[in-house]
């Protein structure tokens, strides 16, 4: 019988906050740009100086989690991206059921999140994942991994991207930014619904949509940007 693999459970890790937070952003950085991750990008990432950002990459060099030089950046081990996989499913469950379960609102669970993803038992993100159906995607529609660290495919493009005529699903959000979010359920467009590309302006780019066959609205060029459709 064929072995599954399984992302790094916390009884087979000792690591701290900090590292965890290191190996989350270095992912997130590669998933959006590729290649090595500069200093300074991770610097700017954890809002930290950059020189405490060289001595932790060395750290986490020395524990294969990332390959690392000064000059051009870090990029995740296989083994620092299970463990980095690990962090965002926990993120991402706890957003999960912050919406679903506490009536929190999709632009507040973020930092919620942050806190709630170093609780160090397994036991407890296995029952969560049980709990709420092991969902595969979060309340702002990112992906999250499966326990052997597998991601959902999505074949999501911008809005942006897409032509007049095109009628399109709204599957998750690119800026996740709370403002944002703040918008979109301010002028009552969320998630699964449908947007109709009726005209987009030459001048400035902003688009004339129908909102689920009935609601005419204009959405500028970023808010276009921002969101992820198929």
Not at 120 to 142: A, M, R, T, Y
Request: glycine share 6%; net charge negative.
């Amino acid at each position: 019988m064929a072995q599954t693999t399984q992302l790094p459970t916390f009884a087979t890790m000792i690591i701290s906050q900090t590292e965890e937070n290191y190996l989350k952003a270095i992912y997130l950085l590669a998933q959006a740009e590729g290649g090595k991750i500069p200093n300074l990008r991770i610097a700017n990432q954890l809002n930290i100086n950059p020189a405490t950002v060289t001595e932790m990459l060395k750290k986490l060099a020395e524990k294969k989690w990332i390959d690392y030089t000064r000059t051009d950046g870090a990029i995740l081990t296989t083994e620092g991206q299970l463990i980095a996989l690990q962090i965002v499913r926990k993120h991402r469950l706890w957003e999960t059921f912050l919406v679903q379960s506490l009536n929190f609102t999709w632009d507040e669970v973020h930092e919620v999140a942050e806190q709630l993803e170093h609780i160090q038992s397994q036991k407890l993100l296995d029952q969560l994942s049980i709990f709420l159906g092991h969902p595969n995607f979060d309340p702002h529609g990112d992906p999250i991994p499966g326990p052997d660290g597998a991601m959902p495919k999505t074949k999501a493009v911008l809005l942006s991207e897409c032509l007049p005529g095109e009628v399109r699903q709204f599957v998750a959000v690119a800026n996740h930014s709370p403002a944002f979010l703040q918008y979109l359920s301010k002028v009552g467009f969320k998630i699964q619904e449908t947007v109709e590309i009726e005209d987009i302006h030459d001048f400035d780019h902003s688009m004339n949509v129908t909102l689920n066959g009935t609601r005419k609205t204009v959405f500028s060029a970023e808010v276009a940007k921002g969101l992820l459709v198929v």
